[in-house]
T-cell receptor, first 111, second 116 residues
Framework: GQQLNQSPQSMFIQEGEDVSMNCTSS?????WLWYKQDPGEGPVLLIA?????ELTSNGRLTAQFGITRKDSFLNISASIPSDVGIYFC???????????FGQGTTLQVKP | DTAVSQTPKYLVTQMGNDKSIKCEQN?????MYWYKQDSKKFLKIMFS???????INETVPNRFSPKSPDKAHLNLHINSLELGDSAVYFC???????????????FGEGSWLTVV
C-alpha cells in the first residue's frame, strides 16, 4: 500500500538541541498532519497543515507543508526530556479522513 | 473527559475466540474510524463510518466486522482470532468539514490485543 517516507527513523539527541524530521511522498496530499505517540498511548495531534507552503508553529514545534504538496517537515527547538516518543507524519487526500502514515521517527532525548 | 475512549485497553485471548472492542467519542463528530498499528508501529486505516454508514473498508478480512449503532459509537468485532491479529487497534473520530480544518482526526488511547 501507499506509504510516506519519513526520516530519520530514529534520533538520539542531547537535551536543548534542535530536531528536524521530514516526510516525502510521490503523490500529492491536500492535508499534512503531525502526531506524537507516547508509549502505551494513542497518537496525539501536534500540528495540522492545510495549505501548500503553510508554516505553522505550536510552542517549540514548527511544521511546514511543502510547496509541491508532496512533503512536510517538523522542527522541534530546544528539546526537553518529555519530547521523547514516536513522531508520525500523515497525509490525507480529499476529505475522506483516510490518513496515510509515515513509518515514524523515534526520538530519544538525553538529559 | 476522554474525547475518544475505547475498551478494553488490554486484551489477551486464545486463537479461535471471538472478541469485541468498543469505542465512544464525545466530541460530536460525525465520522469514526478503526486504525491498526502493527508490531513495527506502522498505522493503517481499516474502516471508517460517517453517520453510521460504512465509507471506507480497506480490504480487511471479513472476520472483522465493525458496527456503528449511532454516530458516537463504533465497535469492532473480530471472529475466529488468529495470531496475526495481534496488534494495537485505535479508534478515531473527526468532523466532516468544508473549511480548512475539516477532517482533523483524533485518536483514542488504543486497545492492545494479544492472541496466543
Amino acid at each position: 500500500g501507499q506509504q510516506l517516507n519519513q526520516s530519520p527513523q530514529s534520533m538520539f539527541i542531547q537535551e536543548g538541541e534542535d530536531v528536524s524530521m521530514n516526510c516525502t511522498s510521490s503523490s500529492i496530499f491536500n492535508t499534512w498532519l503531525w502526531y506524537k505517540q507516547d508509549p502505551g498511548e494513542g497518537p496525539v495531534l501536534l500540528i495540522a497543515l492545510y495549505k501548500a507552503g503553510e508554516l505553522t508553529s505550536n510552542g517549540r514545534l514548527t511544521a511546514q507543508f511543502g510547496i509541491t504538496r508532496k512533503d512536510s517537515f517538523l522542527n522541534i527547538s530546544a528539546s526537553i526530556p518529555s519530547d521523547v516518543g514516536i513522531y508520525f507524519c500523515a497525509g490525507q487526500k480529499g476529505n475522506t479522513g483516510k490518513l496515510i502514515f509515515g513509518q515514524g521517527t523515534t526520538l530519544q532525548v538525553k538529559p | 473527559d476522554t474525547a475518544v475512549s475505547q475498551t478494553p485497553k488490554y486484551l489477551v485471548t486464545q486463537m479461535g475466540n471471538d472478541k469485541s472492542i468498543k469505542c465512544e467519542q464525545n466530541l460530536g463528530h460525525d465520522t469514526m474510524y478503526w486504525y491498526k498499528q502493527d508490531s513495527k508501529k506502522f498505522l493503517k486505516i481499516m474502516f471508517s463510518y460517517n453517520n453510521k454508514e460504512l465509507i471506507i473498508n480497506e480490504t480487511v478480512p471479513n472476520r472483522f466486522s465493525p458496527k456503528s449503532p449511532d454516530k458516537a459509537h463504533l465497535n469492532l468485532h473480530i471472529n475466529s482470532l488468529e495470531l496475526g491479529d495481534s496488534a494495537v487497534y485505535f479508534c478515531a473520530s473527526s468532523q466532516t468539514g468544508t473549511g480548512l480544518s475539516g477532517n482533523t482526526i483524533y485518536f483514542g488511547e488504543g486497545s492492545w490485543l494479544t492472541v496466543v
